[in-house]
Antibody, heavy 117, light 110 residues
Framework: EVQLVESGGGLVTPGGSLRLSCAAS????????MNWVRQAPGKGLEWVGR??????????DYAAPVKDRFTISREDSRNTLYLQMNSLKTDDTAIYYC????????WGRGTMVTVSS | QSVVTQPPSASGTPGQRVTISCSGS????????VFWYQQLPGTAPKLLIY???LRPSGVPDRLSGSKSGTSASLAISGLRSEDEADYYC???????????FGGGTKLTVL
């Protein structure tokens, strides 16, 4: 059974940093592209970015609002995906989900990030 | 304002057929696959349709997807109360080099 478990969310002040993790199991993590998608309270879904697998070059792509502030990485030996978030803004307040592949076929339950003073 | 546009709401009675539209442009829907997701209140989204019209295992065949030009649609026939949820379309956008989601459609079963 595929499982994705996000962690690391919490309350942070504007300008601060936070690192999210997504622990994967039930599939060959190293074979798949991984994404982060977020959802602000009461709002729709917003793609944050993705990281390809090693075969795909391991490259990353980011949405414009987070580019140069957020960094996605992966540790295939630990079946774990990361999202390093720097220079956080109040607009970054959201539930952050990790999802698999270009189809977003599996999702975690998400972790809440609140940016507030 | 979303690059891909969905109606904010839709409704139908049990047993009816409902269609949700998703309108984009040549850089997203016109060129790339469309995906559809269902989000029940308080839960994570779930993939319903991938590559325009394919259903993952476990998704009933009363749900179907289609695409024509720069628009796509999700059809739900034999509407049930458990279909009441938010629905999102998504596609890769070549100009933005990003995945774009529609703003979401809240489906109410009357």
């Amino acid at each position: 059974e595929v499982q994705l478990v996000e962690s690391g969310g919490g309350l942070v002040t504007p300008g601060g940093s936070l690192r999210l993790s997504c622990a994967a199991s039930g599939f060959t993590f190293s074979d798949v592209w991984m994404n982060w998608v977020r959802q602000a309270p009461g709002k729709g879904l917003e793609w944050v970015g993705r990281i390809k697998n090693k075969g795909g070059g391991g490259t990353t792509d980011y949405a414009a609002p987070v580019k140069d502030r957020f960094t996605i990485s992966r540790e295939d030996s630990r079946n774990t995906l990361y999202l390093q978030m720097n220079s956080l803004k109040t607009d970054d307040t959201a539930i952050y989900y990790c999802t698999t592949n270009d189809a977003f076929d599996f999702w975690g339950r998400g972790t809440m990030v609140t940016v507030s003073s | 304002q979303s690059v891909v546009t969905q109606p904010p709401s839709a409704s139908g009675t049990p047993g009816q057929r409902v269609t949700i539209s998703c309108s984009g442009s040549s850089s997203n829907i016109g060129t790339n696959y469309v995906f559809w997701y269902q989000q029940l209140p308080g839960t994570a989204p779930k993939l319903l349709i991938y590559r325009n019209n394919l259903r993952p295992s476990g998704v009933p065949d009363r749900l179907s997807g289609s695409k024509s030009g720069t628009s796509a649609s999700l059809a739900i026939s034999g509407l049930r109360s458990e279909d009441e949820a938010d629905y999102y379309c998504a596609a890769w956008d070549d100009s933005l080099s990003a995945v774009v989601f529609g703003g979401g459609t809240k489906l109410t079963v009357l």
